[in-house]
């Protein structure tokens, strides 16, 4: 699952599944980028790639390894007003954005020719900056969508407009997108079994992030649907729509009829609950109420002979939902989710492209409500994730080629296989695991596909009309453009290399169908990875990231799968109890944390997260040490390798963030927060020795109690 950072917009995400030629060329091309050359490396004494001014040295490491690490830095700074939260994953974000920002300016600067990626991405920048022509055009870009709305006469009417609504917006795996806001998602990737792609239709609908801001009796939840009703007839009204404050009421009763029909996170999780192949023909029988034909008809499925159902119970009950509630209502529904899809992007988390006053509303919500965020970004730094996002591979190009060195790539690849080495050598020692069971996890780490930087192909965005003067109609189009090339993959070959993040994403991947990890360009750098830093402190960092990707193929969904990429049972009945109880010592272990008075961490929601850290760390220790062969670790500003080590990946997890930020996270996410997953140091025998932690100390824990899984 993913390995997620304390940024509500990223994640390490577990995903099932030089310039640019300004020329018209449809077709992608194999080549990878010229790699940027590396910097000189200087001859001076190593790097210790430990922040010291960082450190609380009034806190024991043995009472709270997070406030030991990071409580200096915490004390002192200030999270900017136009973010929810920030930490070591932001630096990252923010080296990335600078960087966007000049490439696209040197882009723009070179007046690239008509049909060009260079020329896409110059003129969507250009649309999205212009805001005197955003107020112009006003919802002009939307009126098509909101005209189909206005002309629903019958269910079939509904259930084509409900299909045509459909976009490539969900991930079956990943913890933080198990819904859309279009009220079904489409997920394609390789069958779960056979060696072929496969549509998964998913549960959507929600204005807000999950079923329990419907449902929880909580004064948080009363409270934030509240504000959300307000909302949604604030925005209705900015729209000329007649009767807000009642069809908002209308919007929030449908929304909870569709929230008591989800499933929960948790339910999500379960790959065999959610391995649902139905046949299209047997959708009308199993999940009456929408026409199933015009449905599948207009999200181009309607060639598919089968679709995994994946949480199946949700998918009839908003089905029954579509056939029985008024038309009046979901007419109201669909043109405030049109309007507020359009206000707020939530794919940079960030107000979207209508004009001022719709996105003003938008953000009071989403950004201060939901999150805490006191202003917006900038619309500088949102129009580089907005093109980012709609251009993923074009803007990634360039990025790869003018800021990933070789060298880097060659050092990162070089740990990888470290780390591997190391989990190998670690597999080979369990005493509690079977032959049987150790050669075939073996077998799984052999064969895993590691992919550094950037992809071996990359997409083609001919078919994209990208307009300068055009902000929303050029993200309609983009998600459109994304759609259609997610199910045109459909009947064609599995390809094992495909990547499913950019190279500018600050992130990494490990895909259980492929058995493959990606580690985009952009998080291979400071102060995850330094070239010129102590090895220990590049291992305790980037190399308990590559050491967790890994371990996410052996955790409790990565385990389900063989080294194919096939959901398939290759434990023996013994190693399989072992490894549930030694995950459910672990869940507890989280379930104890209180991030927020009365609000605990979710040890079972948590679960593959957390696996992945504990075991990512270790086998990531392991090879800091095989690496240093024969000889000692140097003491480097007072510190021993070991401490340098452990202290790195503490402040990997740096971070502050906003309560309501923290809610949602507790209530929704699949990760811990970055405070309770720096004390996974706690589980692992060396820490003990580099730090001293003893008994009586908050952290510590006997030998016999410290969770070893891998």
């Not at 030991?68 to 200030?78: Q, Y």
């Not at 909580?218 to 009767?243: C, F, H, N, P, W």
């Not at 064609?492 to 499913?500: H, K, R, T």
């Amino acid at each position: 699952m993913p390995y997620r950072p304390n940024i509500l917009s990223l994640g390490l995400t577990l995903a099932l599944a030089g310039t640019l030629v300004a020329c018209n060329k449809p077709a992608p091309t194999d080549a990878a980028p010229a790699p940027a050359q590396a910097p000189s490396a200087a001859t001076a004494a190593p790097i210790s790639g430990i922040d010291l001014t960082g450190l609380d040295k009034t806190v024991k490491p043995g009472d709270d390894f997070d406030a030991f690490a990071n409580g200096g830095w915490r004390k002192t700074f200030e999270i900017p007003a136009d973010r929810s939260n920030y930490g070591a994953f932001t630096v990252l974000l923010e080296t990335a954005e600078k960087r966007n920002a000049a490439l696209i300016a040197e882009l723009a600067a070179g007046k690239p020719a008509p049909g060009s990626d260079a020329r896409r991405i110059a003129d969507f920048h250009a649309a999205y900056m212009d805001e005197a022509g955003i107020e112009k055009h006003g919802l002009q870009a939307l009126q098509p969508q909101l005209d189909a709305i206005g002309a629903i006469a019958s269910r079939g009417d509904l259930s084509r407009v409900l299909g045509a609504s459909v976009r490539a917006d969900t991930d079956p795996l990943n913890a933080t997108n198990f819904h859309t806001d279009n009220l079904f998602g489409v997920f394609v990737a390789k069958d779960l079994q056979e060696p072929a792609y496969v549509a998964t239709l998913m549960q959507g609908g929600l204005g807000m992030p999950d079923r329990e801001y419907y449902l929880s009796p909580s004064k948080e939840m009363a409270d934030t649907r509240k504000a959300y009703e307000t909302y949604v007839a604030a925005l209705l009204k900015q729209a000329g729509i007649a009767d807000a404050d009642a069809k908002a009421k209308t919007i929030l009763a449908l929304e909870t009829k569709i929230a008591k029909a989800h499933a929960p996170v948790i339910e999500s999780q379960n790959v065999h609950k959610a391995n649902n192949p139905w046949e299209t023909a047997a959708f009308a029988q199993r999940a009456p109420g929408l026409d199933w034909s015009a449905f599948f008809d207009s999200a181009g499925l309607s060639k598919q002979t089968r679709i995994v159902a994946w949480q199946p119970g949700a998918i009839a009950g908003i089905a029954a939902l579509v056939g029985s509630e008024p038309l009046p209502a979901w007419k109201d529904y669909l043109a405030f989710h049109a309007l507020d899809h359009a206000a707020w992007n939530e794919a940079v988390r960030g107000p979207g492209e209508l004009p001022k006053a719709y996105i003003d509303l938008a953000f009071r919500f989403h950004g201060t409500t939901l999150a805490g965020t006191p202003q917006a970004r900038e619309r500088g730094k949102r129009a580089l994730d907005a093109t980012s996002t709609a251009l993923g591979d074009a803007v990634g190009k360039v990025y790869a080629q003018k800021y990933f060195p070789a060298s880097s790539k060659a050092k990162v690849e070089e740990m990888v296989h470290n780390i591997l080495a190391a989990f190998d050598e670690r597999v080979d020692s369990l005493a509690w695991m079977t032959p049987q069971t150790k050669a075939k996890a073996r077998e799984k780490a052999k064969s895993m596909r590691v992919s550094v930087g950037y992809p071996e192909r990359w997409r083609d965005y001919a078919a994209l009309e990208i307009r300068a003067d055009d902000a929303l109609g050029n993200r309609l189009r983009a998600e459109l453009h994304e759609y259609r090339h997610q199910i045109g993959k459909l009947g064609q070959p599995v390809d094992s290399g495909e990547w499913w993040m950019t190279p500018q994403t600050v992130n990494a991947v490990q895909l259980p169908l492929q058995n493959a990890m990606n580690f985009p360009a952009a998080i291979l750098d400071k102060p995850f990875f330094d070239p010129d830093a102590d090895p220990a402190a590049n291992y305790g960092a980037i190399g308990a990231v590559i050491g967790h990707e890994i371990s996410h193929g052996f955790d409790d969904t990565g385990a389900e799968f063989d080294g194919q990429g096939h959901l398939a049972s290759w434990w023996t009945p013994a190693d399989t109890q072992h490894f549930q109880e030694a995950t459910k010592k672990l869940a507890d272990q989280y379930s104890a944390y209180e991030p927020l008075p009365g609000l605990h961490v979710n040890g079972k929601q948590t679960s593959g997260e957390n696996i992945a850290d504990v075991s990512g760390l270790t086998i990531a220790y392991m090879a800091y040490r095989k690496s240093l062969g024969d000889k000692q670790a140097p003491v480097i500003d007072g510190l021993t390798g070991d401490q340098r080590f452990f202290l790195a990946y503490g402040q990997t997890w740096r971070s502050k963030i906003r309560d309501a930020a923290l809610r949602q996270r507790l209530l929704t996410d699949g990760h811990a927060p970055g405070a309770q997953r720096a004390q996974t140091v706690r589980n692992i025998d060396a820490w003990y020795d580099a730090w001293g932690a003893k008994p009586g100390e908050k952290l510590y824990l006997a030998p016999a109690d410290r969770i070893k899984i891998w």
